[in-house]
Structure formats: structure tokens, C-alpha cells
């Protein structure tokens, strides 16, 4: 202590809290277990190989990567979270072969060639999903049913084909077929609720996002329950649109960001060719989220905002 010293300057941060980024991280995966636990129920023990080739694969590629790049490797768990949400949005019937290769691009393409942890533009987990299915479309398609393993469509599929709507407690409790960690929005949910309670998460950018697909799906004269717990929509809202690095920092921007990723959802379900496009929604998203920030940004206290024209000058 510095005797008679009336003011102490040192460099910030000046405000310290227990959370770190490793804990935010593992309660993540605390979050996802629900959604884990009735993946490998419904789908089997595959699933469960599934998603360990996911994430050891995801470790292994991250600790590589950063020797590459001559960084040192910390187990902060978000190589954890990757691996794992990639495996939670693959189909139960994958071969193993397709989580390693998915993860390894995710991690080394999606994460560590923009630097490293913060830094990446896009959402690692669904650069990783995104690859696989332009890669190989054939294999990330095909559908069992849960339990019976029987071949079958998603419900956005059936729907998709004009074979009409899911019952929505099947989709609710996820007694359909789907990828390993979304069929259950229950699961999800209980998941999600957590991370807002412990305020690790916005509750802005699922309700704006999830809220936007029902609002305009209902408008279009679709069902808006139907659309807001089929296919990957709240395993995204919860856990990926909520991303610290790659969506927005304000409350308003989350709001944007949330209401142009459910767009995106509806124009794609509507009038694309494919029946889903929560994955697709979100990276587009994820480019904009510079732009978001920037005119989203609280105003300094004591100055005046320039008008539009004044910045041209």
C-alpha cells in the first residue's frame, strides 16, 4: 500500500468477477447435456460416437492449429462447445469418418485462420455443418426415426413435400426425426433457461429470433408452433445466435440480429429449395454483425450524435 497516496491509477480491467471464460464455456456444455442426453436416447449409442469423434477431434485440431500459429493452447472449453454443437446438428446417421473431417474445418478454418479465440466472423459449429452438407448433401440427409431407427423424413421435410404438419408435443418432447440435439425443444428450452437465469445469454436474441419465424409464418398462413420447434431453429436460437464473438454486442443490435436471422429462416422455408435454414440464416447474419455494431453503438456521454449528412463532409 502506498502511504499517502490519495489516488491509485492502474490499467484497467478495474472491475474483476469470478466468471471467467472457462467457466462461461463448461456451463455451456452444462446447458447442452438435456439436449445431449435425449439425442443418444432417441438415436442410439451411434450418436453418442458421433459426438466424442466430434469434440476430441475439435481438441485435437485447435491444439494443432495454435502450435501452427504459434500460440499457446489453453483448455478454455470453447473447442469443447464447437465439437459438440457440430455433433448435436449432424444426423444420427453419419458416418464417423464425417464429424472428425467437420470439426477439424471448423476449428482450423472457421476459428483459427481469423486468429484464434474472439476473433472468428462466423459461428466455428455451423461453418463446420455448412461444409459437410455442400461437401456431402447425400449423407447429411438422410433420416431415422427415434428408437425404431427406421428410415424416415424430418418433419420440415414432410412439410416441405406437402405432406402437412408435425403433431406439436412429438415436436415438443422430440419424438421425430432430425439431427441429435434438436429434435427436443423441451430439452433446448431447459437448456437455454439456465444460461438466461445465470445471464450468460441475452434472452433478446432467441425471443427476437424464434418470435420473428412464428410472427411471419403466421402471416403467411403457416403454423406458427409447427415452425418454431421443427427442425434446428431453437438448438440455434439458444446456443448459436447467442454466440459472444460473432453476434452483436448491444441490446438493439441483438434484436436486429435476431429478427433478420428469422427472417432469413422464413424466406428460405417458404421459397428455397431446402426445408430448413437456421444454419445459413445465422452466417449471413454473422457477416453483418460489424455493421450492426456499428450503428448500434450507445452514444458517448457529453456528445452529440452527427447527423447523416455531417458524415458525409
Request: glycine fraction near 12%; proline fraction near 6%; include cysteine.
Given at each position: 500500500?502506498?502511504?499517502?497516496?490519495?489516488?491509485?491509477?492502474?490499467?484497467?480491467?478495474?472491475?474483476?468477477?469470478?466468471?471467467?471464460?472457462?467457466?462461461?464455456?463448461?456451463?455451456?456444455?452444462?446447458?447442452?447435456?438435456?439436449?445431449?442426453?435425449?439425442?443418444?436416447?432417441?438415436?442410439?449409442?451411434?450418436?453418442?460416437?458421433?459426438?466424442?469423434?466430434?469434440?476430441?477431434?475439435?481438441?485435437?485440431?485447435?491444439?494443432?492449429?495454435?502450435r501452427a500459429m504459434g500460440?499457446?493452447?489453453?483448455?478454455?472449453?470453447?473447442?469443447?462447445?464447437?465439437?459438440?454443437?457440430?455433433?448435436?446438428?449432424?444426423?444420427?446417421?453419419?458416418?464417423?469418418?464425417?464429424?472428425?473431417?467437420?470439426?477439424?474445418?471448423?476449428?482450423?478454418?472457421?476459428?483459427?485462420?481469423?486468429?484464434?479465440?474472439?476473433?472468428?466472423?462466423?459461428?466455428?459449429?455451423?461453418?463446420?455443418?455448412?461444409?459437410?452438407?455442400?461437401?456431402?448433401?447425400?449423407?447429411?440427409?438422410?433420416?431415422?426415426?427415434?428408437?425404431?431407427?427406421?428410415?424416415?423424413?424430418?418433419?420440415?421435410?414432410?412439410?416441405?413435400?406437402?405432406?402437412?404438419?408435425?403433431?406439436?408435443?412429438?415436436?415438443?418432447?422430440?419424438?421425430?426425426?432430425?439431427?441429435?440435439?434438436?429434435?427436443?425443444?423441451?430439452?433446448?428450452?431447459?437448456?437455454?433457461?439456465?444460461?438466461?437465469?445465470?445471464?450468460?445469454?441475452?434472452?433478446?436474441?432467441?425471443?427476437?429470433?424464434?418470435?420473428?419465424?412464428?410472427?411471419?409464418?403466421l402471416l403467411l398462413g403457416?403454423?406458427?408452433?409447427?415452425?418454431?420447434?421443427?427442425?434446428?431453429?431453437?438448438?440455434?436460437?439458444?446456443?448459436?445466435?447467442?454466440?459472444?464473438?460473432?453476434?452483436?454486442?448491444?441490446?438493439?443490435?441483438?434484436?436486429?440480429?435476431?429478427?433478420?436471422?428469422?427472417?432469413?429462416?422464413?424466406?428460405?422455408?417458404?421459397?428455397?429449395?431446402?426445408?430448413?435454414?437456421?444454419?445459413?440464416?445465422?452466417?449471413?447474419?454473422?457477416?453483418?454483425?460489424?455493421?450492426?455494431?456499428?450503428?448500434?453503438?450507445?452514444?458517448?456521454?457529453?456528445?452529440?450524435?452527427?447527423?447523416?449528412?455531417?458524415?458525409?463532409?
Amino acid at each position: 500500500m502506498i502511504p499517502n497516496a490519495k489516488l491509485l491509477v492502474s490499467p484497467s480491467p478495474h472491475l474483476k468477477d469470478r466468471v471467467s471464460v472457462r467457466r462461461i464455456m463448461f456451463t455451456v456444455v452444462l446447458a447442452l447435456m438435456p439436449a445431449t442426453a435425449c439425442g443418444v436416447y432417441l438415436f442410439g449409442l451411434h450418436a453418442l460416437w458421433v459426438i466424442l469423434v466430434s469434440v476430441l477431434s475439435a481438441l485435437v485440431s485447435e491444439f494443432l492449429g495454435y502450435r501452427a500459429m504459434g500460440k499457446r493452447f489453453t483448455m478454455d472449453g470453447s473447442a469443447v462447445i464447437t465439437g459438440l454443437l457440430l455433433a448435436l446438428c449432424l444426423p444420427p446417421t453419419v458416418p464417423l469418418w464425417m464429424p472428425a473431417v467437420g470439426s477439424s474445418f471448423a476449428i482450423l478454418v472457421g476459428k483459427c485462420a481469423f486468429g484464434g479465440l474472439g476473433q472468428n466472423l462466423f459461428n466455428p459449429a455451423l461453418v463446420g455443418r455448412a461444409f459437410l452438407t455442400l461437401s456431402w448433401p447425400s449423407l447429411m440427409t438422410r433420416w431415422v426415426s427415434p428408437l425404431e431407427g427406421v428410415s424416415t423424413a424430418t418433419p420440415l421435410g414432410t412439410w416441405k413435400s406437402g405432406g402437412g404438419y408435425t403433431s406439436t408435443w412429438d415436436l415438443f418432447l422430440g419424438n421425430v426425426a432430425g439431427c441429435i440435439g434438436e429434435t427436443s425443444a423441451l430439452a433446448i428450452l431447459l437448456g437455454g433457461t439456465l444460461l438466461i437465469a445465470l445471464r450468460y445469454i441475452d434472452w433478446r436474441t432467441p425471443l427476437s429470433y424464434i418470435g420473428t419465424v412464428g410472427l411471419l409464418m403466421l402471416l403467411l398462413g403457416e403454423d406458427p408452433l409447427f415452425h418454431m420447434l421443427a427442425g434446428g431453429l431453437f438448438l440455434g436460437a439458444f446456443f448459436m445466435a447467442t454466440d459472444y464473438v460473432t453476434t452483436p454486442l448491444t441490446g438493439r443490435g441483438r434484436v436486429i440480429f435476431g429478427v433478420g436471422a428469422g427472417l432469413l429462416v422464413v424466406v428460405i422455408r417458404m421459397y428455397g429449395g431446402m426445408p430448413e435454414g437456421v444454419t445459413y440464416s445465422i452466417l449471413i447474419m454473422n457477416a453483418f454483425t460489424p455493421l450492426i455494431d456499428r450503428y448500434t453503438r450507445p452514444r458517448v456521454y457529453g456528445t452529440v450524435r452527427r447527423k447523416w449528412w455531417e458524415r458525409k463532409k
